[in-house]
């Protein structure tokens, strides 16, 4: 039943609610559908659970942004909740321990940015390693998944555990596939099964793979913690555990909000969030730059005259790389990476455009509608940078950009993502071309639903850039990491 003034939506059947009206493999056409018919904020039963879907710019700024500490809850009884069990940062409850470890995170990451080596180092040194597998396969096409998947878990490492691991390792590779099926599993359809129907949570189904797979990468996490306790000097961290452990002998206290269960956690969410996001998102990009020649060369263009002779881009360059910076928005509008973002719950009774919502209500967001939302995009169903472009073609961002989301639960990795989009992307368009292979087929732009949208596989024809910038002097010396 439907609580009185609840938001309206479709009949729900007993024990499935409203699940078997989706489709599972993609229902975010069906989730639009329904909001044609029962507004931009409907309501839908999973199993026996009432949800609010919130579909379009304005009443996502009414939930998420004016009334932002409603909205700003996680729901519990998920898979990803008992993954993580309510630990560190994305699925903790609205409330101290996750204002400060959110705070911070944020903090941790500002402060690699102007340290010994900093992010921006980091993020080019990786670079380094990904030009040079593109370059072993001059004329040829790749399968460019791990490739990314490789290069945006790296990042993070690097950030979190003070190194990178060779692409080759093992364990890399175990913990790559692991994250990029546990994606899969969490919200593909098995997690929607998980999620609603209770009952079949202890039946050897695939989410049990997703729990003893996190369980592994969990128990390696702290064995890298264990190995930094022997060798940290004490106020001179070298990366984010480092910085972990200094805050844990600061609040050196009965009841601290900081211990290493709770690192654990934090550091494994850092981890997942990192990863896929960026990765599936710079997938995306490659697809749209390699069948769209014309925006790739204005891209390179763009970048061979602002870059001149300098050996590499650095983030503030963005600022004199107004079509570049438009593709690159755009790649992220049309990668639409987390269409459903990350749930939400209310944490009182609260209301939305009119409609009554109980505390404890699972919310929704569509992000994905508001990306494409008509009334807010130039050309919503194409991929074209004039989208943030004004008629003098300086960048603009519109207010419905919001991969990232908006309000207090927001991406707390936005900055380090849009540094590693920048900087990726432009420095493998100076000195490659990307190219649709030649028996490639018709291009398919249809996504895979997933917590992180990705496109479907693809190969990625690579040839050197044999002009300005490319020609084996300027913009092509190797790093010295
Ligand atoms: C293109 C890349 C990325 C996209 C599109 C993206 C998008 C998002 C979205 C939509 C949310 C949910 C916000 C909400 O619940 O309202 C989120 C949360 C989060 N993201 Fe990202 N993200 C990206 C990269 C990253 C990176 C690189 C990191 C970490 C280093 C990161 C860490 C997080 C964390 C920790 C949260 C949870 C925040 C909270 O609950 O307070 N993300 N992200």
């Known amino acids: 039943?439907?609580?009185?003034?609840?938001?309206?939506?479709?009949?729900?059947?007993?024990?499935?609610?409203?699940?078997?009206?989706?489709?599972?493999?993609?229902?975010?056409?069906?989730?639009?559908?329904?909001?044609?018919?029962?507004?931009?904020?409907?309501?839908?039963?999973?199993?026996?659970?009432?949800?609010?879907?919130?579909?379009?710019?304005?009443?996502?700024?009414?939930?998420?942004?004016?009334?932002?500490?409603?909205?700003?809850?996680?729901?519990?009884?998920?898979?990803?909740?008992?993954?993580?069990?309510?630990?560190?940062?994305?699925?903790?409850?609205?409330?101290?321990?996750?204002?400060?470890?959110?705070?911070?995170?944020?903090?941790?990451?500002?402060?690699?940015?102007?340290?010994?080596?900093?992010?921006?180092?980091?993020?080019?040194?990786?670079?380094?390693?990904?030009?040079?597998?593109?370059?072993?396969?001059?004329?040829?096409?790749?399968?460019?998944?791990?490739?990314?998947?490789?290069?945006?878990?790296?990042?993070?490492?690097?950030?979190?555990?003070?190194?990178?691991?060779?692409?080759?390792?093992?364990?890399?590779q175990a913990m790559v596939t692991m994250m990029a099926e546990n994606s899969k599993i969490a919200n593909g359809p098995w997690g929607m099964i998980y999620d609603t129907l209770p009952l079949l949570r202890s039946l050897p189904l695939p989410f049990q793979k997703a729990i003893n797979d996190y369980n592994t990468v969990k128990l390696h996490t702290l064995g890298i913690v264990e190995q930094h306790k022997k060798t940290r000097v004490p106020g001179e961290p070298r990366d984010i555990i480092d910085c972990y452990l200094d805050e844990i002998e600061k609040r050196n206290q009965n009841g601290s909000l900081f211990d290493e269960d709770q690192m654990a956690s934090f550091l494994l969410d850092l981890l997942f969030a990192g990863t896929d996001t960026t990765s599936n998102t710079l997938r995306t990009s490659f697809l749209y730059l390699m069948t769209h020649p014309e925006v790739q060369e204005r891209c390179q263009k763009e970048i061979d005259e602002v870059l001149g002779e300098k050996l590499e881009a650095s983030f503030e360059d963005r600022h004199r790389m107004p079509y570049t910076q438009a593709m690159i928005h755009e790649a992220q509008r049309v990668a639409n990476t987390l269409p459903l973002s990350v749930f939400h719950c209310t944490i009182k009774d609260t209301e939305l455009m009119g409609y009554k919502i109980p505390k404890g209500t699972l919310i929704i967001p569509n992000l994905s509608s508001v990306l494409n939302e008509e009334s807010q995009w130039k050309f919503p169903h194409d991929f074209n940078p004039s989208n943030f472009l004004n008629d003098e073609g300086e960048f603009v961002k519109p207010e419905a950009f919001i991969p990232f989301s908006v309000g207090p639960r927001m991406c707390l990795g936005e900055g380090l993502a849009r540094m590693e989009l920048f900087l990726i992307l432009v420095t493998l368009l100076r000195r490659f071309h990307f190219f649709w292979p030649e028996d490639g087929g018709v291009p398919d732009y249809t996504p895979v639903f997933g917590v992180t949208q990705a496109p479907k596989p693809y190969r990625l024809g690579v040839r050197l850039r044999g002009r300005q910038g490319c020609d084996g002097t300027v913009g092509t010396k190797q790093r010295v990491n």
């Open 1 to 172: 039943r439907r609580p009185k003034n609840f938001p309206p939506g479709p009949r729900p059947f007993p024990i499935f609610g409203n699940l078997l009206q989706l489709n599972l493999e993609n229902p975010i056409s069906d989730l639009n559908k329904l909001s044609e018919r029962y507004g931009k904020v409907f309501s839908f039963f999973f199993g026996g659970r009432p949800a609010v879907i919130i579909s379009g710019l304005q009443p996502m700024k009414e939930a998420l942004v004016t009334k932002s500490v409603d909205f700003a809850g996680r729901p519990n009884g998920l898979l990803l909740t008992h993954l993580t069990q309510g630990k560190g940062v994305i699925m903790a409850d609205y409330g101290a321990s996750w204002r400060e470890h959110r705070r911070f995170a944020l903090m941790t990451m500002k402060n690699f940015g102007l340290g010994k080596q900093s992010m921006e180092e980091r993020i080019l040194g990786e670079i380094s390693h990904v030009s040079s597998i593109l370059e072993r396969n001059h004329g040829k096409c790749i399968d460019p998944q791990t490739l990314f998947h490789n290069a945006a878990c790296d990042i993070i490492c690097v950030i979190l555990f003070g190194h990178r691991y060779d692409y080759e390792d093992s364990f890399f």
